[in-house]
Protein backbone atom coordinates (compact mmCIF):
# COMPACT_ATOMS: atom_id res chain seq x y z
CA UNK A 1 0.00 0.00 0.00
CA UNK A 2 2.62 2.48 1.18
CA UNK A 3 4.32 1.82 -2.43
CA UNK A 4 1.50 2.66 -4.15
CA UNK A 5 1.24 5.74 -2.12
CA UNK A 6 4.66 6.85 -3.13
CA UNK A 7 4.50 5.94 -6.83
CA UNK A 8 1.13 7.93 -6.98
CA UNK A 9 2.76 10.86 -5.12
CA UNK A 10 6.05 10.66 -7.29
CA UNK A 11 3.49 10.67 -10.48
CA UNK A 12 1.84 14.17 -9.21
CA UNK A 13 5.33 15.57 -8.50
CA UNK A 14 6.49 14.24 -12.51
CA UNK A 15 3.10 15.80 -13.14
CA UNK A 16 3.47 19.27 -11.46
CA UNK A 17 7.45 19.86 -13.08
CA UNK A 18 6.02 18.70 -16.26
CA UNK A 19 3.54 21.74 -15.91
CA UNK A 20 5.76 23.89 -14.72
CA UNK A 21 8.51 23.03 -17.68
CA UNK A 22 5.96 23.70 -20.45
CA UNK A 23 5.08 26.85 -18.86
CA UNK A 24 8.38 28.35 -18.34
CA UNK A 25 9.15 27.20 -22.10
CA UNK A 26 6.12 29.00 -22.85
CA UNK A 27 6.78 32.34 -20.93
CA UNK A 28 9.79 32.60 -22.28
CA UNK A 29 8.56 32.67 -25.46
CA UNK A 30 5.50 34.69 -24.77
CA UNK A 31 7.79 37.01 -23.73
CA UNK A 32 9.65 37.25 -26.48
CA UNK A 33 6.93 37.43 -29.03
CA UNK A 34 5.89 40.30 -26.96
CA UNK A 35 8.86 41.68 -27.30
CA UNK A 36 8.85 41.64 -30.88
CA UNK A 37 5.54 42.97 -31.24
CA UNK A 38 6.53 45.91 -28.89
CA UNK A 39 9.49 46.97 -31.21
CA UNK A 40 10.47 50.02 -32.92
CA UNK A 41 11.48 49.89 -36.05
CA UNK A 42 14.28 52.02 -37.24
CA UNK A 43 13.30 55.79 -38.27
CA UNK A 44 15.04 57.32 -41.29
CA UNK A 45 15.47 61.18 -41.31
CA UNK A 46 13.99 63.54 -41.40
CA UNK A 47 12.12 62.24 -38.30
CA UNK A 48 8.26 62.12 -38.62
CA UNK A 49 5.24 62.87 -35.71
CA UNK A 50 5.26 59.55 -33.70
CA UNK A 51 1.47 59.13 -35.04
CA UNK A 52 2.43 58.62 -38.45
CA UNK A 53 4.78 55.41 -37.82
CA UNK A 54 2.68 52.35 -37.30
CA UNK A 55 4.69 51.24 -34.61
CA UNK A 56 2.23 53.18 -32.02
CA UNK A 57 -0.47 51.50 -33.38
CA UNK A 58 1.14 47.91 -33.25
CA UNK A 59 2.06 48.47 -29.83
CA UNK A 60 -1.63 49.80 -28.77
CA UNK A 61 -3.17 46.99 -30.56
CA UNK A 62 -0.97 44.31 -28.74
CA UNK A 63 -1.53 45.89 -25.01
CA UNK A 64 -5.48 46.30 -26.19
CA UNK A 65 -5.35 42.28 -27.01
CA UNK A 66 -2.37 41.70 -23.66
CA UNK A 67 -5.14 43.51 -21.47
CA UNK A 68 -8.35 40.78 -23.31
CA UNK A 69 -5.77 38.25 -22.82
CA UNK A 70 -5.14 39.05 -18.89
CA UNK A 71 -9.10 39.74 -18.34
CA UNK A 72 -10.14 35.99 -20.02
CA UNK A 73 -7.54 34.35 -17.96
CA UNK A 74 -8.20 36.06 -14.75
CA UNK A 75 -11.59 34.85 -15.04
CA UNK A 76 -10.65 30.93 -16.06
CA UNK A 77 -8.50 31.45 -13.13
CA UNK A 78 -11.16 31.60 -11.09
CA UNK A 79 -13.78 29.10 -12.60
CA UNK A 80 -10.10 26.58 -12.24
CA UNK A 81 -10.32 27.24 -8.61
CA UNK A 82 -14.19 26.41 -8.64
CA UNK A 83 -13.62 23.53 -10.84
CA UNK A 84 -10.37 21.90 -8.72
CA UNK A 85 -12.86 22.63 -5.19
CA UNK A 86 -15.20 20.54 -6.70
CA UNK A 87 -12.71 17.84 -7.91
CA UNK A 88 -11.32 17.86 -4.37
CA UNK A 89 -14.21 17.47 -2.73
CA UNK A 90 -15.78 14.58 -5.34
CA UNK A 91 -12.35 12.87 -5.41
CA UNK A 92 -12.43 13.18 -1.36
CA UNK A 93 -15.48 11.46 -1.36
CA UNK A 94 -15.01 8.82 -3.56
CA UNK A 95 -11.78 7.71 -1.94
CA UNK A 96 -14.04 7.67 1.09
CA UNK A 97 -16.78 5.68 -0.55
CA UNK A 98 -14.07 3.25 -1.50
CA UNK A 99 -12.57 2.77 1.46
CA UNK A 100 -16.32 2.12 2.89
CA UNK A 101 -16.40 -0.45 0.21
CA UNK A 102 -12.95 -1.88 0.99
CA UNK A 103 -13.58 -1.95 4.53
CA UNK A 104 -16.71 -3.75 4.06
CA UNK A 105 -15.47 -6.67 1.66
CA UNK A 106 -12.57 -6.60 4.33
CA UNK A 107 -14.80 -7.59 6.92
CA UNK A 108 -16.50 -9.84 5.00
CA UNK A 109 -13.40 -11.85 4.13
CA UNK A 110 -12.00 -11.47 7.98
CA UNK A 111 -15.80 -13.17 9.21
CA UNK A 112 -15.15 -15.73 6.54
CA UNK A 113 -11.65 -16.48 7.28
CA UNK A 114 -12.88 -17.17 11.01
CA UNK A 115 -15.74 -18.72 10.47
CA UNK A 116 -13.68 -21.67 8.97
CA UNK A 117 -10.93 -21.81 11.13
CA UNK A 118 -14.01 -22.67 13.74
CA UNK A 119 -15.96 -24.99 11.43
CA UNK A 120 -14.19 -25.86 8.54
CA UNK A 121 -17.78 -27.29 7.07
CA UNK A 122 -20.47 -24.29 6.90
CA UNK A 123 -18.31 -21.92 9.51
CA UNK A 124 -16.84 -19.88 6.74
CA UNK A 125 -19.90 -18.92 4.89
CA UNK A 126 -21.79 -18.16 8.61
CA UNK A 127 -18.68 -16.36 9.23
CA UNK A 128 -18.66 -14.60 5.45
CA UNK A 129 -22.06 -13.34 6.23
CA UNK A 130 -21.85 -12.14 9.37
CA UNK A 131 -18.58 -10.23 8.71
CA UNK A 132 -20.54 -8.95 5.54
CA UNK A 133 -23.14 -7.94 8.42
CA UNK A 134 -20.70 -5.99 10.37
CA UNK A 135 -18.62 -4.45 7.21
CA UNK A 136 -21.96 -3.21 5.52
CA UNK A 137 -22.70 -1.31 9.16
CA UNK A 138 -19.07 -0.53 9.23
CA UNK A 139 -19.29 0.80 5.88
CA UNK A 140 -22.71 2.93 5.95
CA UNK A 141 -21.02 4.98 8.49
CA UNK A 142 -18.26 5.75 6.12
CA UNK A 143 -20.42 5.80 3.66
CA UNK A 144 -22.23 8.52 5.76
CA UNK A 145 -18.81 10.20 6.50
CA UNK A 146 -18.40 10.65 2.65
CA UNK A 147 -21.99 11.79 2.42
CA UNK A 148 -21.30 14.52 4.72
CA UNK A 149 -17.80 15.44 2.90
CA UNK A 150 -19.48 15.79 -0.65
CA UNK A 151 -22.38 17.92 1.12
CA UNK A 152 -20.13 19.88 3.56
CA UNK A 153 -17.48 20.31 -0.19
CA UNK A 154 -20.95 21.92 -1.90
CA UNK A 155 -21.98 24.07 0.81
CA UNK A 156 -18.05 25.29 0.74
CA UNK A 157 -18.50 26.16 -2.48
CA UNK A 158 -22.14 27.37 -2.74
CA UNK A 159 -21.16 29.72 0.37
CA UNK A 160 -18.09 30.91 -1.63
CA UNK A 161 -20.13 31.76 -4.53
CA UNK A 162 -17.19 32.34 -6.87
CA UNK A 163 -19.22 31.75 -10.06
CA UNK A 164 -22.06 34.26 -9.07
CA UNK A 165 -19.64 36.99 -8.10
CA UNK A 166 -17.30 36.29 -11.17
CA UNK A 167 -20.69 36.21 -13.27
CA UNK A 168 -22.57 39.19 -11.48
CA UNK A 169 -19.18 41.44 -11.13
CA UNK A 170 -19.12 41.17 -15.02
CA UNK A 171 -22.25 41.83 -15.70
CA UNK A 172 -22.29 45.39 -14.03
CA UNK A 173 -18.98 46.07 -14.43
CA UNK A 174 -18.70 44.72 -18.53
CA UNK A 175 -18.41 48.47 -19.38
CA UNK A 176 -15.56 49.52 -17.52
CA UNK A 177 -13.84 46.28 -18.53
CA UNK A 178 -14.20 46.56 -21.87
CA UNK A 179 -12.98 50.38 -21.17
CA UNK A 180 -10.05 49.45 -19.40
CA UNK A 181 -8.68 46.72 -22.31
CA UNK A 182 -9.31 48.71 -25.24
CA UNK A 183 -8.05 51.84 -23.21
CA UNK A 184 -4.84 51.73 -25.38
CA UNK A 185 -5.62 51.26 -28.95
CA UNK A 186 -8.46 54.16 -28.23
CA UNK A 187 -5.69 56.49 -26.58
CA UNK A 188 -3.12 55.57 -29.39
CA UNK A 189 -5.58 56.71 -32.15
CA UNK A 190 -7.33 59.12 -30.43
CA UNK A 191 -3.83 61.24 -29.97
CA UNK A 192 -3.23 60.55 -33.34
CA UNK A 193 -6.92 62.23 -34.42
CA UNK A 194 -6.34 65.28 -32.35
CA UNK A 195 -2.62 65.79 -33.89
CA UNK A 196 -3.86 65.47 -37.13
CA UNK A 197 -6.99 67.72 -36.18
CA UNK A 198 -3.94 70.19 -34.68
CA UNK A 199 -1.74 69.99 -38.10
CA UNK A 200 -4.96 71.27 -40.64
CA UNK A 201 -6.59 73.77 -37.71
CA UNK A 202 -2.95 75.62 -37.25
CA UNK A 203 -2.43 75.70 -41.25
CA UNK A 204 -6.12 77.26 -41.75
CA UNK A 205 -5.47 79.66 -38.97
CA UNK A 206 -2.15 80.83 -40.07
CA UNK A 207 -3.59 80.98 -43.77
CA UNK A 208 -6.92 83.03 -42.27
CA UNK A 209 -4.60 85.54 -40.38
CA UNK A 210 -2.57 86.11 -43.29
CA UNK A 211 -5.30 86.95 -45.43
CA UNK A 212 -6.81 89.04 -42.96
CA UNK A 213 -4.00 91.36 -42.74
CA UNK A 214 -2.90 90.99 -46.65
CA UNK A 215 0.37 88.76 -45.53
CA UNK A 216 1.16 88.12 -48.99
CA UNK A 217 5.19 87.32 -49.03
CA UNK A 218 6.36 88.00 -52.50
CA UNK A 219 9.54 87.47 -54.16
CA UNK A 220 11.16 90.89 -54.79
CA UNK A 221 12.85 89.34 -57.74
CA UNK A 222 9.81 87.30 -59.56
CA UNK A 223 7.20 88.29 -57.56
CA UNK A 224 5.62 84.97 -56.98
CA UNK A 225 4.38 83.89 -53.24
CA UNK A 226 7.51 82.53 -52.06
CA UNK A 227 6.11 80.61 -48.99
CA UNK A 228 6.17 77.73 -47.65
CA UNK A 229 9.42 78.94 -49.21
CA UNK A 230 13.31 77.06 -49.41
CA UNK A 231 14.69 76.87 -45.72
CA UNK A 232 17.63 76.46 -44.40
CA UNK A 233 18.98 75.55 -40.53
CA UNK A 234 20.66 78.00 -38.36
CA UNK A 235 22.84 75.15 -36.86
CA UNK A 236 24.49 73.55 -39.74
CA UNK A 237 23.21 75.41 -42.46
CA UNK A 238 21.66 72.35 -44.61
CA UNK A 239 18.79 72.89 -46.51
CA UNK A 240 15.71 71.32 -45.22
CA UNK A 241 14.42 68.97 -47.88
CA UNK A 242 11.31 69.59 -46.98
CA UNK A 243 8.04 72.25 -46.71
CA UNK A 244 8.59 73.80 -43.38
CA UNK A 245 4.35 73.97 -42.21
CA UNK A 246 2.37 72.00 -39.49
CA UNK A 247 2.74 68.73 -41.06
CA UNK A 248 3.09 65.06 -40.74
CA UNK A 249 7.02 65.70 -40.14
CA UNK A 250 6.20 67.77 -36.71
CA UNK A 251 3.13 70.57 -35.78
CA UNK A 252 4.91 73.33 -33.99
CA UNK A 253 8.88 72.48 -34.98
CA UNK A 254 10.31 70.02 -37.66
CA UNK A 255 13.59 68.27 -36.88
CA UNK A 256 17.31 69.12 -38.96
CA UNK A 257 17.47 66.65 -41.34
CA UNK A 258 20.76 66.61 -40.90
CA UNK A 259 21.71 67.93 -37.17
CA UNK A 260 18.52 67.53 -35.69
CA UNK A 261 17.76 71.11 -34.84
CA UNK A 262 14.17 72.07 -33.93
CA UNK A 263 12.85 74.58 -36.89
CA UNK A 264 9.94 76.33 -36.48
CA UNK A 265 6.84 75.28 -39.26
CA UNK A 266 4.61 78.66 -38.94
CA UNK A 267 5.35 82.64 -39.65
CA UNK A 268 3.30 83.09 -36.67
CA UNK A 269 6.43 81.86 -34.65
CA UNK A 270 8.61 83.71 -36.84
CA UNK A 271 9.87 81.07 -39.31
CA UNK A 272 10.96 83.91 -41.73
CA UNK A 273 12.59 86.11 -39.16
CA UNK A 274 14.88 83.16 -37.58
CA UNK A 275 15.62 81.19 -40.43
CA UNK A 276 17.65 81.76 -43.75
CA UNK A 277 15.56 80.99 -46.35
CA UNK A 278 15.15 81.19 -50.74
CA UNK A 279 12.44 81.50 -53.15
CA UNK A 280 10.97 78.36 -53.68
CA UNK A 281 10.20 79.52 -57.43
CA UNK A 282 13.49 80.98 -58.47
CA UNK A 283 15.99 80.17 -55.66
CA UNK A 284 16.23 84.42 -54.93
CA UNK A 285 18.02 84.50 -51.48
CA UNK A 286 15.21 86.15 -49.30
CA UNK A 287 16.62 88.48 -46.63
CA UNK A 288 15.16 87.19 -42.60
CA UNK A 289 11.99 89.55 -41.69
CA UNK A 290 8.73 89.31 -39.60
CA UNK A 291 5.96 88.37 -41.18
CA UNK A 292 3.90 91.49 -42.14
CA UNK A 293 1.30 93.47 -44.29
CA UNK A 294 2.53 93.67 -47.94
CA UNK A 295 1.48 96.89 -49.95
CA UNK A 296 2.79 97.37 -53.69
CA UNK A 297 3.18 100.70 -54.73
CA UNK A 298 3.61 101.58 -58.41
CA UNK A 299 6.11 104.53 -59.60
CA UNK A 300 4.97 105.35 -63.33
CA UNK A 301 5.74 108.02 -65.55
CA UNK A 302 8.06 108.97 -68.62
CA UNK A 303 11.34 109.58 -68.92
CA UNK A 304 13.11 112.45 -66.57
CA UNK A 305 9.90 112.89 -64.40
CA UNK A 306 11.88 112.32 -61.06
CA UNK A 307 10.59 108.87 -60.06
CA UNK A 308 13.94 107.95 -58.60
CA UNK A 309 14.46 110.97 -56.58
CA UNK A 310 11.53 110.92 -55.76
CA UNK A 311 11.35 107.24 -54.54
CA UNK A 312 14.59 108.47 -52.27
CA UNK A 313 13.52 111.31 -50.94
CA UNK A 314 10.01 109.10 -49.88
CA UNK A 315 12.50 106.31 -47.89
CA UNK A 316 14.25 108.80 -46.47
CA UNK A 317 11.09 110.40 -45.31
CA UNK A 318 9.58 106.69 -44.07
CA UNK A 319 13.31 106.06 -42.60
CA UNK A 320 13.14 109.02 -40.70
CA UNK A 321 9.87 107.85 -39.09
CA UNK A 322 10.84 104.36 -38.25
CA UNK A 323 11.01 102.22 -41.14
CA UNK A 324 14.07 100.20 -42.47
CA UNK A 325 15.35 98.68 -45.40
CA UNK A 326 15.93 94.82 -44.53
CA UNK A 327 18.01 93.98 -47.70
CA UNK A 328 21.42 94.50 -47.33
CA UNK A 329 21.89 95.33 -51.17
CA UNK A 330 19.24 97.23 -51.09
CA UNK A 331 20.54 99.46 -48.45
CA UNK A 332 23.75 100.19 -50.24
CA UNK A 333 21.89 101.54 -53.27
CA UNK A 334 19.90 103.90 -51.83
CA UNK A 335 22.68 105.24 -49.16
CA UNK A 336 24.70 105.76 -52.73
CA UNK A 337 21.20 107.88 -54.35
CA UNK A 338 21.24 109.57 -51.05
CA UNK A 339 24.65 110.69 -50.80
CA UNK A 340 24.95 111.78 -54.27
CA UNK A 341 21.46 114.17 -53.42
CA UNK A 342 22.57 115.40 -50.35
CA UNK A 343 26.06 117.00 -52.53
CA UNK A 344 23.27 118.30 -54.95
CA UNK A 345 23.52 115.97 -57.32
CA UNK A 346 20.78 113.74 -59.25
CA UNK A 347 21.11 110.26 -59.63
CA UNK A 348 21.55 108.74 -63.47
CA UNK A 349 19.04 106.93 -65.10
CA UNK A 350 17.71 103.63 -63.98
CA UNK A 351 17.58 101.11 -66.35
CA UNK A 352 17.06 97.82 -64.11
CA UNK A 353 17.48 94.39 -65.52
CA UNK A 354 14.12 93.25 -63.77
CA UNK A 355 11.30 96.41 -63.63
CA UNK A 356 9.14 94.09 -61.27
CA UNK A 357 11.82 93.67 -58.78
CA UNK A 358 10.76 95.76 -55.71
CA UNK A 359 12.73 98.27 -53.22
CA UNK A 360 11.46 97.05 -50.21
CA UNK A 361 10.67 98.71 -46.88
CA UNK A 362 9.79 97.57 -43.42
CA UNK A 363 7.57 99.35 -41.08
CA UNK A 364 6.56 98.84 -37.78
CA UNK A 365 3.02 98.24 -37.02
CA UNK A 366 1.83 96.76 -33.77
CA UNK A 367 1.53 93.03 -34.23
CA UNK A 368 2.49 93.15 -37.96
CA UNK A 369 4.67 95.18 -39.45
CA UNK A 370 3.95 96.77 -43.22
CA UNK A 371 6.28 95.56 -46.13
CA UNK A 372 6.24 98.14 -48.45
CA UNK A 373 7.51 97.37 -52.00
CA UNK A 374 8.36 100.50 -54.02
CA UNK A 375 8.49 99.78 -57.89
CA UNK A 376 10.09 101.88 -60.65
CA UNK A 377 8.69 101.65 -63.93
CA UNK A 378 8.88 103.48 -66.96
CA UNK A 379 6.42 103.18 -69.21
CA UNK A 380 8.54 102.15 -72.57
CA UNK A 381 9.30 98.93 -70.17
CA UNK A 382 6.05 97.76 -69.37
CA UNK A 383 3.85 98.97 -72.24
CA UNK A 384 4.28 95.47 -73.94
CA UNK A 385 4.82 93.20 -71.04
CA UNK A 386 3.75 89.92 -71.56
CA UNK A 387 5.55 87.56 -69.00
CA UNK A 388 5.01 85.56 -66.14
CA UNK A 389 6.57 88.21 -64.40
CA UNK A 390 4.64 90.92 -65.15
CA UNK A 391 1.43 89.02 -64.70
CA UNK A 392 2.21 88.48 -61.07
CA UNK A 393 3.41 92.22 -60.57
CA UNK A 394 0.35 93.44 -61.92
CA UNK A 395 -2.01 91.30 -60.12
CA UNK A 396 -0.58 92.23 -57.04
CA UNK A 397 -0.88 96.55 -57.01
CA UNK A 398 -2.32 98.13 -53.80
CA UNK A 399 -1.29 101.87 -55.14
CA UNK A 400 -0.04 103.38 -58.64
CA UNK A 401 1.62 107.06 -58.54
CA UNK A 402 1.84 108.24 -61.67
CA UNK A 403 4.44 111.28 -62.12
CA UNK A 404 2.75 114.01 -64.66
CA UNK A 405 5.63 116.14 -65.93
CA UNK A 406 4.38 119.48 -67.16
CA UNK A 407 8.01 120.00 -69.01
CA UNK A 408 6.90 116.68 -70.88
CA UNK A 409 3.85 118.30 -72.72
CA UNK A 410 4.73 120.13 -76.20
CA UNK A 411 1.79 122.59 -75.84
CA UNK A 412 2.31 123.65 -72.05
CA UNK A 413 6.37 124.50 -73.28
CA UNK A 414 5.09 125.84 -76.27
CA UNK A 415 2.73 128.63 -73.92
CA UNK A 416 5.24 129.09 -70.85
CA UNK A 417 9.27 129.53 -70.64
CA UNK A 418 11.05 126.80 -69.52
CA UNK A 419 13.35 127.38 -66.46
CA UNK A 420 17.44 127.56 -67.06
CA UNK A 421 18.64 124.20 -66.23
CA UNK A 422 15.47 122.18 -66.30
CA UNK A 423 16.16 118.83 -67.61
CA UNK A 424 12.92 117.16 -69.22
CA UNK A 425 11.75 114.97 -72.18
CA UNK A 426 8.66 115.34 -74.18
CA UNK A 427 6.26 111.86 -74.03
CA UNK A 428 2.00 111.34 -74.38
CA UNK A 429 1.05 110.47 -70.63
CA UNK A 430 -2.39 109.54 -72.05
CA UNK A 431 -0.75 107.06 -74.21
CA UNK A 432 1.39 105.72 -71.29
CA UNK A 433 -1.65 105.38 -69.05
CA UNK A 434 -3.79 103.56 -71.66
CA UNK A 435 -0.72 101.34 -72.21
CA UNK A 436 -0.85 101.19 -68.42
CA UNK A 437 -4.65 100.23 -67.68
CA UNK A 438 -4.67 97.86 -70.79
CA UNK A 439 -2.24 95.84 -68.99
CA UNK A 440 -4.19 96.36 -65.64
CA UNK A 441 -7.26 94.76 -67.11
CA UNK A 442 -5.41 91.98 -68.61
CA UNK A 443 -4.02 90.16 -65.78
CA UNK A 444 -6.97 91.40 -63.41
CA UNK A 445 -11.18 91.83 -63.80
CA UNK A 446 -11.97 95.38 -64.22
CA UNK A 447 -13.67 95.37 -60.73
CA UNK A 448 -10.30 94.59 -59.02
CA UNK A 449 -8.85 97.53 -61.20
CA UNK A 450 -11.04 99.52 -60.00
CA UNK A 451 -9.56 98.79 -56.48
CA UNK A 452 -6.17 100.13 -57.22
CA UNK A 453 -5.69 103.57 -55.80
CA UNK A 454 -4.22 106.25 -59.08
CA UNK A 455 -2.60 109.10 -57.57
CA UNK A 456 -1.90 111.49 -60.48
CA UNK A 457 0.90 113.37 -59.36
CA UNK A 458 2.10 116.91 -60.89
CA UNK A 459 5.84 117.00 -60.37
CA UNK A 460 8.69 119.87 -60.38
CA UNK A 461 6.18 122.31 -58.13
CA UNK A 462 9.46 124.35 -57.58
CA UNK A 463 9.40 126.15 -60.73
CA UNK A 464 6.28 128.05 -60.39
CA UNK A 465 3.70 127.12 -63.06
CA UNK A 466 1.37 126.30 -60.40
CA UNK A 467 0.21 128.73 -57.41
CA UNK A 468 0.73 126.17 -54.64
CA UNK A 469 1.03 128.58 -51.87
CA UNK A 470 -2.50 129.12 -51.84
CA UNK A 471 -3.51 125.89 -53.12
CA UNK A 472 -2.08 123.63 -50.29
CA UNK A 473 -4.12 125.71 -47.80
CA UNK A 474 -7.28 124.63 -49.36
CA UNK A 475 -9.29 121.39 -47.74
CA UNK A 476 -9.20 118.82 -50.25
CA UNK A 477 -11.90 119.23 -51.94
CA UNK A 478 -10.83 122.56 -53.53
CA UNK A 479 -7.13 121.17 -54.25
CA UNK A 480 -8.70 118.04 -56.34
CA UNK A 481 -10.94 120.97 -58.01
CA UNK A 482 -8.03 123.08 -58.64
CA UNK A 483 -5.49 120.74 -60.29
CA UNK A 484 -7.76 118.62 -62.04
CA UNK A 485 -8.62 122.12 -63.82
CA UNK A 486 -4.51 122.87 -64.49
CA UNK A 487 -4.62 119.91 -65.85
CA UNK A 488 -7.33 119.39 -67.99
CA UNK A 489 -6.84 123.46 -69.07
CA UNK A 490 -3.68 124.27 -68.82
CA UNK A 491 -1.98 121.29 -69.69
CA UNK A 492 -5.07 119.82 -72.15
CA UNK A 493 -5.06 117.09 -70.85
CA UNK A 494 -8.76 116.57 -70.42
CA UNK A 495 -8.73 113.20 -72.10
CA UNK A 496 -6.35 112.24 -69.88
CA UNK A 497 -8.39 112.78 -66.72
CA UNK A 498 -11.52 111.13 -68.44
CA UNK A 499 -9.47 108.06 -69.19
CA UNK A 500 -8.04 107.81 -65.75
CA UNK A 501 -11.34 108.30 -63.94
CA UNK A 502 -13.41 106.04 -66.10
CA UNK A 503 -10.91 103.17 -65.38
CA UNK A 504 -9.70 103.47 -61.48
CA UNK A 505 -12.45 103.69 -59.10
CA UNK A 506 -10.68 105.79 -56.64
CA UNK A 507 -8.41 108.72 -58.18
CA UNK A 508 -6.66 111.60 -56.58
CA UNK A 509 -4.75 114.66 -57.55
CA UNK A 510 -1.34 115.77 -55.86
CA UNK A 511 1.41 117.75 -56.65
CA UNK A 512 4.94 117.68 -54.88
CA UNK A 513 8.25 118.39 -55.83
CA UNK A 514 11.49 115.71 -55.10
CA UNK A 515 14.18 118.42 -54.93
CA UNK A 516 12.98 121.40 -53.99
CA UNK A 517 15.00 123.73 -56.55
CA UNK A 518 16.44 122.90 -59.99
CA UNK A 519 19.95 120.76 -59.90
CA UNK A 520 22.97 123.13 -60.80
CA UNK A 521 26.39 121.85 -60.56
CA UNK A 522 27.30 125.12 -58.79
CA UNK A 523 25.21 124.30 -55.92
CA UNK A 524 26.00 121.56 -54.06
CA UNK A 525 23.82 121.85 -51.09
CA UNK A 526 21.32 118.55 -50.45
CA UNK A 527 17.88 118.85 -51.89
CA UNK A 528 14.60 119.43 -49.87
CA UNK A 529 11.83 118.09 -51.26
CA UNK A 530 8.57 120.13 -51.28
CA UNK A 531 5.24 118.78 -50.20
CA UNK A 532 6.26 115.25 -50.13
CA UNK A 533 4.61 114.73 -46.69
CA UNK A 534 1.26 115.63 -47.27
CA UNK A 535 1.02 113.71 -50.85
CA UNK A 536 2.16 110.62 -49.09
CA UNK A 537 0.38 111.02 -46.24
CA UNK A 538 -2.88 110.66 -48.28
CA UNK A 539 -1.67 108.23 -50.81
CA UNK A 540 -0.63 105.63 -47.47
CA UNK A 541 -4.09 106.78 -46.02
CA UNK A 542 -5.75 105.68 -48.74
CA UNK A 543 -4.15 101.78 -48.96
CA UNK A 544 -4.74 102.02 -45.16
CA UNK A 545 -1.17 102.33 -44.00
CA UNK A 546 -0.45 104.36 -41.10
CA UNK A 547 2.22 104.94 -38.61
CA UNK A 548 1.86 107.27 -35.36
CA UNK A 549 4.85 109.39 -35.79
CA UNK A 550 3.77 111.06 -38.84
Not at 107 to 120: L, P, Q, R, Y
Not at 294 to 317: E, P
Amino acid sequence: MIHYLKKIRDEIVDFFRSVKLFFSGASLKSRGYIKHLFRTLPRSKPIKVWCFYPDPYRKGLVATGIAGVGALTVIAIILLIIAIITFVVLLAAGVIYVFGAALALAVAAGGGWVGEKINSDNGGVVGGIGGLLVGGTMAGSVFSFGSNVWASGLAFAENLNLFFVVTNFIGQTWLLILGVVVAPAIAVFTIALLTLTAIFLLRGVEKGILLAYGIRNPCPECSQNTEPAIYYCNNCSQRHPLPLIPSQYGVFSHQCAHCDEKMPTMLLQGRNKTLPHKCRHCETDLFQKEAGTDKHVAFVGGQKTGKTCLMVQLTKYLLDHGATIPEEGQQKEFLRLQQLMERGETPPKTNPVNIYRAFQLMLKNGRFPYHLHFYDLAGEKFEDAKDAAAHRFFTTLDSVVFLLDPYGIPEFCQSNSIPLGLEYKSYDPLELVRNLSQVLERYNEKAKVKKINFNLVLVKMDTGYFSHESALAFNQDLIRTQLKAFISEALGQAALIHHIEQHFGKVNYHIVSALGRIPAATVASPFVPQNLENVFGKVFDEIKVRFSSR
